[in-house]
């Protein structure tokens, strides 16, 4: 039996409330399915972002190749660029990995580290979004431009938002660690926003193998 | 240790794994971009491309989100909808590419009821259509203009925008510059000498020249205006203006 089991099974078996010593509630479980309520809520919250990353990147392929006129995803993609940011979005998810690793270790001031790199790496993959949006504007391509543009932007707009929103929540788990608000018993906080955040690189994994690779295979 | 908070005293470290597959999806990547200068096996670019995304999505979800070793509840609340995703994609996305997707002409055929080339041929489709959205045309007719510039006796607000905008290429006296704009005091034109012309030139410029088109950057009735001055210059016939570039027009 893996670790996970073990103490998964140690969430499960002892399903009623009491005092946990640290002067904090008792993780509200549900009684029902027998997992953290909170845990439920982000997977649930996670399917459904499939759903929207779905319809949008479906949007993207619909209108592909049927814009009539502006730039063509060829002409303003830059491989090295989304490469690099990509890269470092990837490293993110390790660092996150790490951070809810320690938490469940009870090493939280490790913990708080991992989680505050993880954010910095989050911050620069947004900035080399910004970066690229306001190059390719520049060089002609706008929302307003064709419906390559159109569809780009919001597609990969829309993962910077979460990227940004998953940035935020990162930092605000950080504090929340430092401070001792979220000591070991309760890394369950931690690994909901890393749920989140291994989502998020997902679906970038999605988008840059789908719109930018293979607008190069081609 | 109670109830659903964890206990870090039971808890065994994952990070030799998450070091592994760390190394694993930076590899994967890197095996990824690298296809693409491996011009030797394009036929397999796509294939290959979805699968290493595909396993790299698998070993995220699988490993750092522990999907793999949770309870069923997570993979059903979470599986069931990234199926659906896939399903969503490749029926709307997919198969309605265009000469790429099963679908993509049938819809075409569907939403023009005529075949994709011949939609690239004709109609808003058409080389025509798209130079025209491209190409602003002047909004009078040449009758219109022909008319304004007998009626106007003005010229200042025209002069005004000319030196502003044209004179660095043109010279001031219209004489035009050599390598840059050519002589506007002479009867020669390359793109037509009515006034219809002339602003048709100054609103979408000489694609490939340094002419630049005019119409992001000044409104219509101001190329309207400097189009009439420019029409007002032709025979002055400045001193060193450059020679006869296109074909010469009737004088006036």
Known sequence: MSAHAAEAADLIDHGHAGDD???HDELVENNYMKVPNVKLAIWTFLGSECMFFGSLIATYFFYLDKSIGGLLPKEVFSIGITSISTFILLTSSFTMA???????SGLMSKSRNWLLITALCGATFVGFQVYEFWHFVHLGLTLQTSLFGSTFYVMTGFHGAHVSVGVIWLLMVAKLV???KIPAERA????SAGLYWHF???????????????EFAK | MSGMNHDPSTYHSHKSVYVKTAAVLTAVTAAEIGLLFVPALKFAFVPLLVIMAVYKFAVVVGTFMHLKSDKNVFRVVFVAPVFMAIAMIYVVGLLAVPHFGALGDGYVRLANDKSHDERMGLGEYSPAAIAARDNKLPHLTKERYAKLFAATQDFAAGEKLWGANCASCHRADGGGQPGLGPNMTDDCYMHGGTVYDLVNTITNGVKG???IAFKSSLSEAEIDQVALY?????GKNVAKGKKCEGDKVAAK
């Open chain 1, 200 to 214: 998020v690189d997902i679906v970038w994994i999605v988008i840059f193998t789908f719109v930018y690779l293979l």
């Open chain 1, 98 to 104: 790490m951070a809810v690793d320690t938490a469940k």
């Open chain 2, 230 to 234: 420019v029409r007002g210059m032709r």
């Open chain 2, 209 to 211: 020249k340094a002419m």
């Open chain 1, 188 to 191: 369950v906080f931690v690994e």
């Open chain 1, 21 to 23: 010593g640290h002067g």
């Open chain 1, 178 to 180: 430092h401070s001792g």
